[in-house]
């Protein structure tokens, strides 16, 4: 069984900042990427960003230069530092690890129950 378990969401005022981190536990052989993806009410879901297991990084447009995706090897684990957090960016954040189980030879996609993070004007 593997586990993606989030933290750090909440309520924070316009232009302030935010850390979310997710856990992976589980019988896992390997980690490939591990990302944020974020909701909107009635809206899609959508990349925020993403960062591969050398570390290699991509951003969506609407964060790039505000949010730094991070991730700890050894812990197997991924960080979002949000900084200048706008209204907008109010959404459910979901991380994503695309892993290998133990004993497998394919990696899929594994995602976090979700955590809210509200902006306020």
């Known amino acids: 069984q593997v586990q993606l378990v989030e933290s750090g969401g909440g309520l924070v005022q316009a232009g302030g900042s935010l850390r979310l981190s997710c856990a992976a536990s589980?019988?896992?052989?390997?980690?490939?990427?591990m990302g944020w993806y974020r909701q909107a009410p009635g809206k899609q879901r959508e990349l925020v960003a993403v960062?591969?297991?050398?570390?290699?990084?991509n951003y969506a447009d609407s964060v790039k230069g505000r949010f730094t995706i991070s991730r700890d090897n050894a812990k197997n684990t991924v960080y979002l530092q949000m900084n200048n957090l706008k209204p907008e960016d109010t959404a459910v954040y979901y991380c994503t690890a695309n892993l290998v189980r133990s004993g497998s030879w394919w990696g899929r996609d594994y995602w976090g129950q979700g955590t809210q993070v509200t902006v306020s004007s």
């Open positions: 589980g019988s896992i052989s390997v980690i490939k990427d």
């Open positions: 960062v591969n297991h050398d570390g290699n990084t």
